[in-house]
């Protein structure tokens, strides 16, 4: 089993910035897909990004593109979203998700077997 932490979350203003970090329980190398979504109250879950290695990083939502930026540190076992310029928008609970999947992205949550918890971020003056 393979657990999966974030932190990072809270309150900012709009134009604000944050980065969510997130913690994998077990040695991420290469084989892990990281999954990053986020949820807004009353609004369906949201793929944001995938990165299926250091280098390789898909973003699902156009409405962050250029402003989110998703890596990861597989030293570390920790993956990462940097937020730029945040909108009230952008305010949902954050997910992180892996599978060891060899490369492979989705954009389904459902496909990722760990999940973390998930970390509020409000985007409000």
């Known amino acids: 089993q393979v657990q999966v932490v974030e932190s990072g979350g809270g309150l900012v203003q709009p134009g604000g910035s944050l980065r969510l970090s997130c913690a994998l329980s077990?040695?991420?190398?290469?084989?892990?897909?990281i999954g990053w979504f986020r949820q807004a109250p009353g609004k369906e879950r949201e793929a944001i990004s995938c990165t299926s290695s250091s280098t390789r990083i898909i973003y699902y939502l156009d409405s962050v593109k250029g402003r989110f930026t998703a890596s990861r540190d597989a030293a570390k076992n920790m993956a990462y979203l940097q937020m730029n310029s945040l909108k009230p928008d952008d305010t949902a609970v954050y997910y992180c998700?892996?599978?060891?999947?060899?490369?492979?992205?989705?954009?389904?949550?459902?496909?990722?077997?760990?999940r973390g918890q998930g970390t509020q971020v409000t985007v409000s003056s």
């Open positions: 998700t892996a599978k060891r999947n060899g490369g492979v992205c989705s954009g389904s949550f459902r496909w990722y077997p760990y």
């Open positions: 077990r040695s991420m190398l290469d084989d892990y897909v």
